[in-house]
Nanobody, 117 residues
Framework: VQLQASGGGSVQAGGSLRLSCVAS????????MGWYRQAPGKQRELVAT???????HYADSVKGRFTISRDNAKNTVYLQMNNLQPEDTATYYC????????????WGRGTLVTVSS
C-alpha cells in the first residue's frame, strides 16, 4: 500500500488549501483514513480521521475550519483547510488503517503547509 499526499504550499493567514492523498496497491474504501501533522520541534498530532462509513473526527484545534472527506471511487481522501493560521504550519501526513482499530500502519510522505501572518 502506498499513500501519496499532495496539495501543500504557502498561504497567508485566512487562506485555504486542499490536501489530497491517493492510495495505491489496494482498495482503501474499507480503511479508516487519517491526516496527521508535525510542526518543527513538535510531536506529530492527529488532525482528522474518516471511517469507511464516513464518520469523521477532528482535533479541537481544527474543528470548524478543516473538513476531511473521501472519494472511494478514486481511492482518495481529502483535507479541506480553511481559515488557515500560522499555527497550522506543519508537514501533513496521510495514514491508513486497514484493521478498523484506528491503528494507522500505512503512511505517506508528508506535504508541507506553510502559513504566514
Amino acid at each position: 500500500v502506498q499513500l501519496q499526499a499532495s496539495g501543500g504550499g504557502s498561504v497567508q493567514a485566512g487562506g485555504s488549501l486542499r490536501l489530497s492523498c491517493v492510495a495505491s496497491g489496494t482498495t482503501s474504501s474499507n480503511y479508516i483514513m487519517g491526516w496527521y501533522r508535525q510542526a518543527p520541534g513538535k510531536q506529530r498530532e492527529l488532525v482528522a480521521t474518516i471511517s469507511s462509513g464516513g464518520s469523521t473526527h477532528y482535533a479541537d484545534s481544527v474543528k470548524g475550519r478543516f473538513t476531511i472527506s473521501r472519494d472511494n471511487a478514486k481511492n482518495t481522501v481529502y483535507l479541506q483547510m480553511n481559515n488557515l493560521q500560522p499555527e497550522d504550519t506543519a508537514t501533513y501526513y496521510c495514514a491508513a488503517d486497514p484493521g478498523g482499530s484506528y491503528m494507522f500502519i500505512y503512511w505517506g510522505r508528508g506535504t508541507l503547509v506553510t502559513v504566514s501572518s
